[in-house]
């Protein structure tokens, strides 16, 4: 059986089952799990090589093989795993219902779509006490962006032992006083070796960005060949 | 006050409310004028209103007034208005009607696999789910409800107007 | 379309339009249906909301409906302020409820700004936050805490319903 499926399509190992056993053409509550089972890691074979394949498709995978190899076992053997199929089966009915039943929701009249919900002027109010307009999911909400906000601070904190574009200016500047006249290679003139590659991508970051402003600012050329080639420099007179 | 412009007051507090009203509501404002038959004059209202342009409705039983069904083809036109869900909050979200009060982890369950990142949020965002209180089970996860705004976008009464499927009616979680 | 379905397209028009709607406005409309005579229509509507709670309105000869003017002489209610609780006063209340007893000092922290008493007072004021005893550290700082208005407001039994960030996940910056 030829299958062309692209797995970034599919939200998860049940939809894929799904859409498998669609292939079968039969009733879902009649499909057959050996099939199924053959089909997947038949899928999750062709695919491992070209794609990373997420923890959650191989962990159906191996709860297929297991189910696979139970069902080849002979019929006196099989009682016990009927559960496990059974499962699987109705947890494949089951969300192709939700599926189904999603689809149907937004299937219905919306608000603003089909109809308008009516608000108009009053020359009076109706509660005598003040209260504030805030909800539930307002207040969650805020307290996520506050959360994060905390975060994204800690992180900067954490890195101050960065180079800054600060930095990529003073190199240059050191590397003129050396080179004159000539193109050469910029990151030529960085340290080898760096205590961490975190670092060593700060000061290639800090330095192009240098660069690029003295660019813009009239004092230095740059020139690269091709894509990925050497990018060279040369003092503007 | 007599019922006729308490009729009218109640008419006009529906009408002009930021949110739909509960007969709750309504009774705490109707109080200081003395005892009425509320669910009479809702009705009257809503009979009022049946053949009308717009018409009395209620969703999680707390009322407001929508343009009538009939003139939905011809109201299209002017408006453009919908929601962009993704995939992911569509079916989180049919999964929470359904399976109200729902844990993030019986969702996922359902769906297969992890409830995406920012899912949530972004029902959350648009008021549709809420959180209710948290299932008293090991870990005590907070569980997860539809808001009125829900109902109230899709025009439903309460959550039991939702499409049925015939896959979920014999299956239990 | 029908002269009935028409009267009814134009009173849910001018009852869902964000501002009043000029004759024109309303013809533009109408136009793609036939040719309708709209002063009558307009007439007819004015006369069915005559005694009700609420009227069709014109001024600059544009339409929209407002609630009747004879229900004010019964209602004395004070004129409503919407308020919308500021960005301070926000996360000031979702810091408190999230981490309460919380001190000012603490809050200040959290947020990454100052926190000035204003704030504080008002969300004291509707009663949504209430001071809890001292934290037993130098200078011995009132710590806050939500109230009951607070729970009642935004229906949560008891405070730990709230979720917890890591059962949403999100992806919010």
């Known amino acids: 059986m030829q299958l062309n499926l692209n797995i970034s399509g599919y939200e998860g190992p049940l939809d894929l ?33 070209q794609i990373k394949l997420s923890a959650d498709y191989l962990v159906m995978a191996s709860l297929l093989a297991l189910l696979k190899s ?3 076992l002979p019929e006196d053997e099989k009682i016990e795993d009927e559960d496990l199929q059974e499962d699987l089966t109705q947890r494949l009915i089951h969300y192709a219902g939700i599926k189904k039943l999603s689809k149907k929701i937004f299937d219905l009249p919306q608000n603003g779509k089909d109809f308008l919900t009516i608000k108009i002027k009053n020359n009076f109010t109706i509660s005598s006490k003040i209260v504030p307009r805030v909800d539930l999911q307002d207040l969650i909400l805020k307290y996520l962006i506050i959360n994060n906000r905390g975060k994204t601070i800690k992180m900067l904190a954490d890195e101050t032992d960065l180079y800054s574009v600060e930095d990529g200016i003073k190199w240059l500047n050191q590397i003129f006083q050396i080179k004159e006249d000539n193109w050469f290679a910029l990151f030529d003139f960085l340290p080898r070796i760096f205590n961490s590659s975190k670092k060593r991508k700060s000061a290639i970051v800090s330095l192009l960005l240098a660069s690029l402003n003295e660019v813009s600012n009239g004092n230095l050329l740059l020139n ?14 | 006050m007599n019922v006729k412009d308490i009729k009218n007051l109640v008419e006009s507090l529906i009408f002009s409310a930021d949110e739909p009203l509960s007969k709750n509501d309504i009774n705490k404002i109707l109080l200081q004028y003395g005892k009425f038959d509320l669910d009479k004059i809702l009705n009257e209202l809503a009979f009022d209103y049946k ?29 453009k208005k919908t929601k962009n869900l993704s995939n992911a909050a569509m079916e989180t979200l049919a999964i929470i009607s359904y399976h109200q009060p729902v844990t993030r982890a ?26 209710a209180g948290r299932r008293e089970t090991p870990g005590r996860p907070v569980t997860w409800v539809t808001d009125i705004d829900f109902l109230k976008h899709f025009g439903l009464k309460s959550i039991k107007d939702l499409p049925k499927v015939d896959e979920l009616e014999s299956i239990i979680l």
């Open chain 1, 17 to 49: 089952l799904l859409e498998l056993s669609k292939k079968q053409k039969v009733d879902i509550r009649k499909i057959s799990i050996l099939e199924l089972a053959n089909q997947y890691l038949n899928f999750i074979d062709q695919n491992i090589n």
């Open chain 2, 106 to 131: 019986e969702i996922e369950k359902i769906r297969g696999k992890p409830v995406f990142r920012g899912t949530l949020d972004s029902l959350l965002e648009i008021k549709w789910i809420k959180p």
């Open chain 1, 224 to 237: 690269q060949e091709n894509h990925f080639a050497k990018i060279m420099v040369k003092e503007r007179k």
């Open chain 2, 51 to 79: 053949d009308r342009g717009i018409v009395l409705y209620s969703s999680d039983n707390k009322f407001y007034f929508k343009t009538s069904d009939s003139l939905r083809d011809f109201l299209t036109i002017q408006t």
């Open chain 1, 70 to 72: 139970k069902l080849l």
